[in-house]
DNA sequence: CTGTTAGCGCCTTCAA
DNA sequence: TTGAAGGCGCTAACAG
């Protein structure tokens, strides 16, 4: 059984009261206003005398009162939750980008305060969509989608009819480091240039003289896996070189780097350079060389995607192109709460940049 | 001016129905039953016929109906959000406790579907109350806290009093890599043991002949940091080692490694080892080592903790002790369902274990 | 097994 | 600048 606000309105504090969680008429009880008075205080997007809204404040601070937020929710018809989908957050890839994300959302000191949390897919489809639907069932007032996305046609059309929904129930779409969807329902994207990058990276290393280049893909049906791989291929036939049986394909992980490495070099001996999908497969690379008893980059170059934090630290450190993480991950977050206005078409290219380091040099006279 | 449902009770679709997020109350028009029976087969704790079932769920998937959480939530007085505070996402640290604790929660396929969500604090005590009280707000069912707290009594006195309260409105909280707290408000800790996982490390350290060893601890108001700074220094002791000048303070990142590792170097030129308070930290103590010319292990040691997985690939591979990331994550994940009863006691100690690899040798001839 | 009836706690017109 | 009143969409007793 439980006390109601207006049922001890006229007491002063009683045993209840230290128990039961205040609410907001409990608040207007004790500071002797109405309801909809300490609503308008709390909500501060309403004109309220100093003298009262100091004497809400006091009873709020006293009774501890905390906004009920689901009933505050339903009646306003919207919600303070912003979803960041993740595909994996034990890697950094994500974890930095999503952090900015969040950091860039908790900064704003705006009227209500948005609770930004992370949603780990683990890559799995039915899982994206379970987060979203549960994002849509919250009413989230924003959904930010992270990293690549899987291609299966079944599986895009099901994200963009949910992501439809959403933008029509009023919640803001934000892409970030994903390709741009067709439709109208997603607010803003910020599109890494993984093409570009990948194709700069190539070049490097193609220019370095090297000819025969392994190539270590991430999953097959991932748009980041396609477009770096693209950007790769393209300056594979830039120079002439055609090698098809080179590309192994993996997940995005240390593991796989190594275990597609020694595919490689079982399929072409005389490999004098590896380009993996990313930082963390490359450095996986790196250990397979060494296990093979092979130097990097005296026997073979070595180079990665997205420039991680240890990729600088490693030995030697890895050539990699670097993708703005935190920068992209800061803007998604203030597009989500629309602080900033949506680049023009609704669209923003991030280009990565290339960092020469030590793990990619010139081919070996013997190559 | 919104359709509501029962306004269209008896009409077919119209226009509005298309526009208009569908309600409870529309299902059970269109489903011919009482708002109650959807609810009652949409939460499925309590028995409904097959038939009328049937006839719900194809209402429900005819209207794309998706339950509104918030109201769903205010009626019920609980709510399915879960929320894991974390203190830097981009750590694999807790990137790989939190996605491992969100897996084993998503993973539950019970009544009501729970939204487990990760809240990056970014080590801020500000944003860690704040994120507890939009939880609170949200009448969290659980929360989870993982990796170490800060000690400043002041913070850790309103710490504790908001879990006090969370608790006492129903909500779980679990603890993961955390010390625990007085009082009976956590429903359960998994505390790891960084006293004894450090001690035996300093105690391998010692084993190899080394004598002057540096210590590169996190920044000195958190738990982590004290229990594996006092591991090191009971080492030390119980060796007859007494050398408080060798210890430098810095963040858990590895910018913080390189620069403390160079400071030592500044106060004991013939350091012979380096223990770090993470591995990441060890990643910089590493680089800075090489950048001076010294070889790792054969000028000087290195030493690690928590096995992140790039330090099995480091170059020499990481000496570190680890810690189950994992297994604790998914299971404070089950424990902050209920779906496994807590520990006794309510406090569960989680065992590192030594992992002796490259970086660390015995002492040189000249040391 | 199913329908009816009250609210859950807050926001938001409308009046004053 | 403030109060009164109704309803947001759903759940949870009660009946039947």
Same mark, same amino acid.
């Given at each position: ?30 500071? =002797? ?10 909500? &501060? ?28 929710? !339903?009646?306003?018809? @919207? ?22 994300? =969040?950091?860039?959302? &908790? ?28 994002? =849509? ?52 994207? !910020? ?51 055609? =090698? ?16 597609? @490495? ?17 930082? @963390?497969?490359?450095? &996986? ?22 420039? !991680? ?51 990619? &040099? ?6």
């Amino acid at each position: 059984m439980r006390a109601s606000g207006s049922d001890r309105r006229d007491h002063g504090p009683t045993v209840s009261e230290a128990e039961m969680t205040a609410t907001l008429a409990d608040v207007a009880a004790r500071a =002797q206003v109405s309801p909809a008075t300490v609503s308008r205080v709390l909500n &501060g997007n309403y004109p309220v005398a100093a003298a009262t809204r100091e004497r809400v404040l006091r009873a709020v601070d006293e009774l501890d009162y905390v906004l009920n937020g689901p009933a505050s929710s !339903l009646a306003a018809a @919207t919600s303070d939750l912003v979803g960041i989908l993740v595909n994996d957050i034990a890697d950094p890839f994500f974890g930095i980008m999503a952090g900015a994300a =969040q950091a860039a959302i &908790g900064e704003e000191r705006g009227a209500r305060e948005k609770l930004s949390v992370i949603c780990n897919t683990g890559g799995s489809p039915e899982r994206e969509l379970t987060y979203l639907t549960l994002l =849509q069932r919250q009413r989230a007032a924003a959904v930010i989608l992270t990293g690549g996305a899987l291609e299966d046609p079944e599986h895009a059309a099901a994200v963009g009819a949910k992501l439809a929904r959403l933008a029509d129930a009023g919640t803001r779409i934000v892409l970030c480091g994903r390709p741009p969807l067709p439709g109208d329902s997603v607010t803003a994207t !910020l599109a890494f240039d993984n093409r570009g990058g990948s194709r700069r990276l190539t070049d490097h290393v193609i220019g370095l003289g090297h000819r025969r280049i392994g190539y270590v893909a991430g999953p097959p049906e991932r748009t980041t896996t396609r477009h770096r791989l693209e950007g790769h291929r393209s300056a594979l036939a830039a120079a002439g070189l055609r =090698q098809d049986g080179l590309v192994v394909h993996g997940s995005y992980d240390r593991r796989s780097g190594y275990d597609a @490495t020694l595919e490689l070099l079982r399929r072409e001996p005389e490999l004098t350079a590896v380009v993996a999908a990313n930082d @963390t497969v490359a450095l &996986g690379a790196c250990a397979a060389l060494r296990d093979r008893g092979l130097c990097v980059p005296g026997d073979v170059s070595v180079a990665g995607f997205v420039d !991680l934090p240890f990729s600088a630290d490693a030995v030697p450190a890895l050539t990699t192109v670097r993708l703005p993480l935190s920068e992209a991950g800061a803007r998604a977050g203030r597009l989500a709460l629309g602080l900033e206005p949506a680049p023009p078409g609704g669209i923003a290219t991030v280009h990565g940049e290339l960092m020469v380091r030590g793990s990619t &040099g010139a081919v070996r006279a013997g190559g």
